[in-house]
Every structure is written in structure tokens, then in C-alpha cells.
């Protein structure tokens, strides 16, 4: 069965430093992975989605992830973070875009401390 | 075109009414699904479509159950409501690369 965990519920960092968010997945297949946003009381945005490729991929917003199989993560960066960027991250994984769904993890707290 | 559109926004129910939860997209694609979304738990897949006519299982299926009559809608039925059932609930479209996610329909039940 597939699987998506994000080892850290909330994470606290400084408005201008620099950000990582940890996803860690399990998938039988060649996965689609995902990072989406959501603001409070809002819906889903898609920053930036994996396919196959460069393992590096660059989404909205100035975020980044990167791809690494054999360490089966794909972890969420951006170099300085503003205050604007405080909410809940979630990656996802599934096949074929979501065709059937996809799992997601529990999700991660973003504070932006001024 | 207006996206994912859910309806309604806020839901209050008793226990043991029935609702329908509407769903609908006008981008033509051809997969659907339904999540629920609660604290600390991320989302969770209910039920998915691949196509008109062709419903499955998600995750979390017990007490909803779906039909797709049209490549445009996907309601979602909660045939008698449970305290359990309290969530936000979030339908998405895909055409095989992203899913778009609807503004959601946040449900009480008391």
C-alpha cells in the first residue's frame, strides 16, 4: 500500500531564512509526487508536482523539491521565506496524476516567526 | 471556465439525515474523486471515478456512496449522517497530470 509521511506537525523559522520540509513516501511504481499549500480556511494549491525527469523541480512561489530514489523522499525547499508563506504543506503521491486518487501525508505547520 | 465547484459551502445535520454533497468541473476531465479532511490527519480518499459510470473505493469509504452519471458531476451521498462524519470535504478533478481541488464544503453533524 502507499504511504506518505511528513515527519515534522509544526515547523517554526524566521522570516528571511531558509526552509526545508521532509516528505518521505512508499509506492509500489514509478510515483507522481506532489506538494500542495493550503492557507487556513482555504483550498489546495499545487506548488509543484514530479513526474520523471530532472530531479529537481521548481515550482510557484519560489519553492523547489527535490526528487531522491533511493532515499524514496521528495523534500520542499525555498532559500528565504517570507511571512506570507505561513500555512499547511502536504505531499501527496499517487499514479497517473491522481487518476485514482492520491495519499497524502498528515501534513506540516508552517510558523513564520517575524 | 469556473474550475471545481462544490455545494454547498456550510452544511449542519443531524444524526441520521441523509445529504447530498455536489461536485462539479467543466474542464472534461475524466477522473474525479472525493476526500475528507481532518485535523492532524491530512486528507483522505473517500472515492474516486475514473470515468462516467465507473466508480471505486477510496481509504475512508463506509457511509458515502457515489455515482457518476456524467463526466461533469460526482456527488457524494452521506446516507445517514454520524458525528464522525464532521469534516471538510473536498472534491478534485484530473486529466492524468494534477488534480484540481474544488473550494470544499465544510459539514457539521450534531
Known amino acids: ?114 | 471556465n469556473a474550475g471545481v465547484t462544490q455545494t454547498p459551502k456550510f452544511q449542519v445535520l443531524k444524526t441520521g439525515q441523509s445529504m447530498t454533497l455536489q461536485c462539479a468541473q467543466d474542464m472534461n476531465h475524466e477522473y474525479m474523486s472525493w476526500y475528507r479532511q481532518d485535523p492532524g490527519m491530512g486528507l483522505r480518499l473517500i472515492h474516486y471515478s475514473v470515468g462516467a459510470g465507473i466508480t471505486d473505493q477510496g481509504e475512508v469509504p463506509n457511509g458515502y456512496n457515489v455515482s457518476r452519471s456524467t463526466t461533469e458531476d460526482f456527488p457524494l451521498r452521506l446516507l445517514s449522517a454520524a458525528p464522525s462524519q464532521t469534516s471538510v470535504y473536498f472534491c478534485a478533478s484530473s486529466a492524468g497530470s494534477e488534480q484540481y481541488f474544488g473550494p470544499g464544503t465544510r459539514l457539521t453533524v450534531t
Open chain 1, 1 to 114: 500500500a502507499q504511504s506518505v509521511t511528513q515527519p515534522d506537525i509544526h515547523i517554526t523559522v524566521s522570516e528571511g531564512a531558509s526552509l526545508e520540509l521532509r516528505c518521505n513516501y512508499s509506492y509500489g511504481a514509478t510515483p507522481y509526487l506532489f506538494w500542495y499549500v493550503q492557507s487556513p480556511g482555504q483550498g489546495l494549491q499545487l506548488l509543484l508536482k514530479y513526474f520523471s525527469g530532472d530531479t529537481l523541480v521548481q515550482g510557484i512561489k519560489g519553492f523547489e523539491a527535490e526528487f531522491k530514489r533511493s532515499q524514496s523522499s521528495f523534500n520542499l525547499r525555498k532559500p528565504s521565506v517570507h511571512w506570507s508563506d505561513a500555512a499547511e504543506y502536504f505531499c501527496a503521491v499517487g499514479a497517473r496524476g491522481g487518476a485514482d486518487g492520491l495519499t497524502f501525508g498528515k501534513g506540516t505547520h508552517l510558523i513564520i516567526q517575524p
